[in-house]
């Protein structure tokens, strides 16, 4: 079956540009998580939604990071005025629901800002 | 691929012997524990889990061992082989939703 995809994999910008990064679930997974992966270290949490909701954003280091998933399904992670600190792989995560279940990992966006 | 795992810690192992992987997490709440395999390239993998109410957990060449007095979680991988040639992470499920991970293991396997 089908697992979580990210779009694109790979994204290159110049510093201050917009990007988007696209997240399509397990379907019929309830929550979604983003997280943050910095070279040689573990992936550190964003912000994770239950359907539409969008119940914890604490780990979005600043306002330039906005997470939404308007119709419960695929999410988008929206940075703006890219800086080079940016620089990670974005890896989106679905599970069934939000206690104790496994979370299924996709491949990751690798952004690379110049 | 790029590795994921420039400046973690390594474990070189001979194909077929034991391997353990050691991880001391953070939080004395936690009562969800995850060990995910990451190879390069790809986002991390499932391998096993374990709650709080328990101190051993068994599946397929695989066992994690919690002990909670200090906060420690193990992996022992049975008869290593190059497939499982990876970096390692552990993980703590803090209420119930996010994940919080530890540094990570780079686990090579020598034929």
């Known amino acids: 079956g089908a697992g979580v995809s990210q779009s694109p994999r790979y994204k290159v910008a110049k510093r201050g540009q917009d990007v988007a990064l696209r997240c399509d679930p397990i379907?019929?997974?309830?929550?979604l998580f983003w997280y943050q992966q910095a070279l040689g270290q573990g992936p550190e949490f964003l912000t994770y939604f239950q359907n539409e909701a969008q119940l914890d954003k604490s780990g979005l280091p600043s306002d330039r990071f906005f997470a939404e998933r308007p119709e419960g399904s695929v999410s988008t992670l929206k940075i703006q005025r890219t800086q080079q600190e940016d620089s990670a792989v974005y890896l989106c995560?679905?599970?069934?629901?939000?206690?104790?279940?496994?979370?299924?990992f996709g491949p990751g966006t690798r952004l690379t800002v110049l | 691929g790029e590795s994921v795992g420039l400046h973690l810690p390594t474990l070189s192992v001979q194909e077929g012997d034991n391997s353990i992987i050691n991880c001391a997490y953070s939080n004395s709440a936690s009562d969800y524990f995850i060990w995910y395999k990451q190879e390069s390239g790809k986002g991390p993998q499932f391998i096993i889990d374990?709650?709080?109410?328990?101190d051993k957990r068994q599946g397929q060449r695989v066992t994690v061992l919690l002990n909670k007095t200090v906060k420690h979680l193990s992996l022992q991988i049975a008869a290593t082989q190059p497939g499982d040639s990876a970096v390692y992470f552990c993980a703590e499920n803090m209420n119930g939703n996010k994940l919080v991970f530890g540094a990570g293991t780079i686990l090579r396997v020598k034929s």
């Open positions: 379907s019929g997974h309830v929550s």
């Open positions: 995560a679905s599970s069934l629901s939000s206690s104790y279940n496994e979370q299924f």
């Open positions: 374990i709650r709080s109410n328990m």
